[in-house]
Nanobody, 123 residues
Framework: QVQLVESGGGLVQTGGSLRLSCAAS????????MGWFRQAPGKEREFVGG????????YYGDSVKGRFTISRDNAKNTVYLQMNSLKPEDTAVYYC????????????????WGQGTQVTISS
């Protein structure tokens, strides 16, 4: 079955960096656009970033533009999220997801989801 497994979360101080990874299995990875979402306690799930099947196009939520970078390695079936200049408001559970209709910012477009990894930014 399809599995998306996130890793790389943790606790860092304001201004620090983290790199999240999401390893995919059970699907033809190169046929799927990939996205990262996050959800903080009491808040709705928020689009963070998306990347096209080839990696040639990337998309970001307004709150992370210029600080986060999404990338993928189709040979390793893995998508990454490099997070720099982290802020306390970036604290959330981060999820990766796979979609195949091209609507990267919409959570409803995603067919498969990982279990999430916790990111906590201390002030």
């Amino acid at each position: 079955q399809v599995q998306l497994v996130e890793s790389g979360g943790g606790l860092v101080q304001t201004g620090g960096s983290l790199r999240l990874s999401c390893a995919a299995s059970g699907l033809t990875f190169r046929r799927f656009g990939m996205g990262w979402f996050r959800q903080a306690p009491g808040k709705e799930r928020e689009f963070v970033g998306g990347i096209s099947r080839t990696g040639g196009s990337t998309y970001y939520g307004d709150s992370v533009k210029g600080r986060f970078t999404i990338s993928r390695d189709n040979a390793k079936n893995t998508v990454y999220l490099q997070m720099n200049s982290l802020k306390p408001e970036d604290t959330a559970v981060y999820y990766c997801a796979a979609e195949n209709i091209g609507a990267y910012a919409s959570s409803s477009a995603y067919a498969y989801w990982g279990q999430g990894t916790q990111v906590t930014i201390s002030s």
